[in-house]
């Protein structure tokens, strides 16, 4: 399989079904449905023409999605034609859209990247991110997603724990600068909380405010990021705090632990301290304890190592890094602050540079070249 191939040839491809009348979603979506088909196929059938093979594939998946909308659109007419039901409440069609992906002849990983894809508007790119997955991986799982829901009625709306895990990345990816999604996120998490008494919605909508009221600070004027223990905390927005706070503290008092409930416990921490060296690190590891026993997340482990190196110490920290494996995401990055910690700004400049490498956008790069060139350099903190 020439990949290498498969990526030069699809601008041309996309070009082509634009050229023929397809809108650019509808094309991008059955080009990504070829190259599927082209991994599958072309190992033990490969092409003569390969431009050729993906244009007549890409347009026949194109002509089967047209027609496949074109049905749906002819089902959604009926159904309005018919009477209505009778009085219901208010909701947001958004919130019910994510609930209909969140189909259950999906796993719930799957309902989940199809949500993101098809609602959120994140790219498979971002949401392969998101999963610690190749983008490739991700690409499958999206398309199976889509025929397997293709021939099915939307009338089963799936559970609550799938619709939170796609708010939680929505909101994610929008905090992250990329796509500014979290203010919508936040939307919909309150919507839900007003028509679900569920302690870990609740918890979640904490989870929200309580990030989201450090966002200003996140940012210095020229765009770098300014990392926690340096942010401006007078520039944190103090009654989303407290919202989400006496939020948290309600839900705990239910006694209905969630991962959700958890991690907005720990952000609840952050908030708290009047500076960074007030934050009571000891807790916040108790609560990452928790929290890794509730999901076996390795990104819980990987914050619980920076939360045990600031508590007991930065070997600790990195004795607690070492059980984990270092491809993940961020885990150079760590790995570098723990060291300059302990003193060892060498090792520490060398791993911020490999980090910057590895950074998912440009304003995380620009910040780990900044750490590398100011160690190199001798600056301090």
């Given at each position: 399989?020439?990949?290498?191939?498969?990526?030069?040839?699809?601008?041309?491809?996309?070009?082509?079904?634009?050229?023929?009348?397809?809108?650019?979603?509808?094309?991008?979506?059955?080009?990504?449905?070829?190259?599927?088909?082209?991994?599958?196929?072309?190992?033990?059938?490969?092409?003569?023409?390969?431009?050729?093979?993906?244009?007549?594939?890409?347009?026949?998946?194109?002509?089967?999605?047209?027609?496949?909308?074109?049905?749906?659109?002819?089902?959604?007419?009926?159904?309005?034609?018919?009477?209505?039901?009778?009085?219901?409440?208010?909701?947001?069609?958004?919130?019910?859209?994510?609930?209909?992906?969140?189909?259950?002849?999906?796993?719930?990983?799957?309902?989940?990247?199809?949500?993101?894809?098809?609602?959120?508007?994140?790219?498979?790119?971002?949401?392969?991110?998101?999963?610690?997955?190749?983008?490739?991986?991700?690409?499958?799982?999206?398309?199976?997603?889509?025929?397997?829901?293709?021939?099915?009625?939307?009338?089963?709306?799936?559970?609550?724990?799938?619709?939170?895990?796609?708010?939680?990345?929505?909101?994610?990816?929008?905090?992250?600068?990329?796509?500014?999604?979290?203010?919508?996120?936040?939307?919909?998490?309150?919507?839900?909380?007003?028509?679900?008494?569920?302690?870990?919605?609740?918890?979640?909508?904490?989870?929200?405010?309580?990030?989201?009221?450090?966002?200003?600070?996140?940012?210095?004027?020229?765009?770098?990021?300014?990392?926690?223990?340096?942010?401006?905390?007078?520039?944190?927005?103090?009654?989303?705090?407290?919202?989400?706070?006496?939020?948290?503290?309600?839900?705990?008092?239910?006694?209905?632990?969630?991962?959700?409930?958890?991690?907005?416990?720990?952000?609840?921490?952050?908030?708290?301290?009047?500076?960074?060296?007030?934050?009571?690190?000891?807790?916040?590891?108790?609560?990452?304890?928790?929290?890794?026993?509730?999901?076996?997340?390795?990104?819980?482990?990987?914050?619980?190592?920076?939360?045990?190196?600031?508590?007991?110490?930065?070997?600790?920290g990195l004795a607690a890094l070492a059980a984990l494996d270092d491809s993940l995401p961020r885990h150079t990055a760590v790995a570098a602050y723990l060291h300059e910690r302990d003193g060892d700004l060498t090792t520490a400049a060398r791993l911020y540079a490999e980090a910057?490498?590895?950074?998912?956008?440009?304003?995380?790069?620009?910040?780990?070249?900044?750490?590398?060139?100011?160690?190199?350099?001798?600056?301090?903190?």
């Amino acid at each position: 399989m020439n990949e290498a191939l498969l990526r030069s040839l699809t601008p041309n491809v996309l070009g082509i079904l634009v050229r023929r009348g397809a809108d650019f979603a509808a094309a991008e979506d059955a080009v990504q449905d070829a190259l599927i088909e082209a991994v599958r196929v072309w190992p033990t059938d490969p092409p003569r023409d390969a431009k050729g093979w993906l244009v007549t594939v890409a347009w026949r998946k194109f002509l089967d999605a047209t027609r496949a909308d074109t049905a749906r659109r002819r089902r959604e007419d009926l159904v309005e034609e018919e009477p209505a039901p009778g009085p219901a409440p208010a909701a947001d069609d958004t919130l019910q859209l994510y609930f209909l992906c969140a189909h259950p002849s999906l796993t719930p990983s799957s309902a989940v990247a199809l949500t993101l894809r098809a609602v959120g508007g994140l790219t498979t790119r971002q949401i392969a991110q998101a999963y610690l997955v190749p983008e490739a991986t991700m690409a499958q799982r999206i398309s199976r997603a889509k025929r397997t829901v293709s021939s099915v009625r939307f009338d089963q709306p799936g559970d609550v724990a799938t619709v939170l895990r796609v708010l939680y990345l929505v909101f994610n990816e929008g905090y992250s600068g990329d796509v500014d999604l979290a203010a919508e996120a936040i939307r919909l998490t309150r919507q839900l909380a007003a028509v679900i008494d569920h302690p870990e919605v609740a918890g979640l909508l904490a989870l929200m405010l309580l990030h989201h009221a450090r966002r200003a600070a996140r940012t210095a004027p020229d765009g770098s990021l300014v990392p926690l223990a340096d942010q401006d905390r007078g520039r944190w927005d103090t009654t989303s705090i407290a919202e989400g706070v006496e939020i948290l503290q309600a839900a705990l008092a239910r006694d209905r632990l969630g991962e959700f409930q958890a991690q907005a416990a720990i952000a609840a921490l952050h908030a708290d301290a009047p500076a960074a060296e007030e934050t009571d690190w000891v807790q916040i590891v108790e609560w990452y304890d928790e929290l890794a026993g509730l999901t076996d997340n390795p990104v819980v482990r990987l914050n619980r190592a920076v939360a045990v190196g600031e508590a007991d110490g930065p070997r600790a920290g990195l004795a607690a890094l070492a059980a984990l494996d270092d491809s993940l995401p961020r885990h150079t990055a760590v790995a570098a602050y723990l060291h300059e910690r302990d003193g060892d700004l060498t090792t520490a400049a060398r791993l911020y540079a490999e980090a910057a490498q590895k950074a998912p956008n440009l304003a995380e790069r620009d910040h780990l070249t900044r750490q590398a060139a100011r160690l190199n350099t001798g600056r301090p903190r």
